[in-house]
C-alpha cells in the first residue's frame, strides 16, 4: 500500500522593481534557484507617466504569497495602484543607479552594466534578502 505523501507546496513570490528587467528579473531567478515559484515585473517607465516595459498586473500580486519591493520607494506606487490585501511584504533597499552606488563604492565610476551587475546588483540583492530567508507563506502563520 503507499504511503500518502503530502506534497508541499512552493511558496510563490512576486519580485517588483521600477521596470522589471534588471533588480526584480534578477532575484526571481535567484529565488528560484532556493525553490520558490516566481514571478517579476515592475511599476514605472523610463519617462514619467509611462507604464514599466515589463509590468506587474493585480493578478500578479492576487497569485504571490510574498511580495519582495527592491526599493523602498516604489512601495508607495505598489501600494497606489494595487490591491496588497494582507499580502507578506519584504522591502528592501537596493538601487539600480550607478549614480548613486558610486557614492559608496567610487570605482564603480566607469564599470561596464555587466560590471554594474557583478559587482554591485548582484551582490547587493543576495545579501538583501538573506534575512528574510527562508520565505514562508502567511508571515509563517
Known sequence: MKKNKKVKEKVKVLCV?????NRSQYLAGYLKTKGYE?????????????????PITQQDLDWADVVIIVRE???????????????????LDVTDSIDLAVREMPELKDVTPLEFDKFWRKPRLREAIKP????????GK
Do not use: H, M
Open 38 to 54: 516566481t514571478r517579476f515585473g515592475g511599476v514605472e517607465g523610463f519617462n514619467i507617466g509611462e507604464e514599466a516595459p515589463n
Open 73 to 91: 520607494r516604489l512601495l508607495k506606487i505598489v501600494a497606489r495602484r494595487f490591491d496588497l490585501g494582507d499580502k507578506q511584504l519584504v522591502v
Open 17 to 21: 522593481c521600477a521596470k522589471g528587467i
Open 132 to 139: 528574510f530567508l527562508p520565505l514562508t507563506k502567511n508571515n
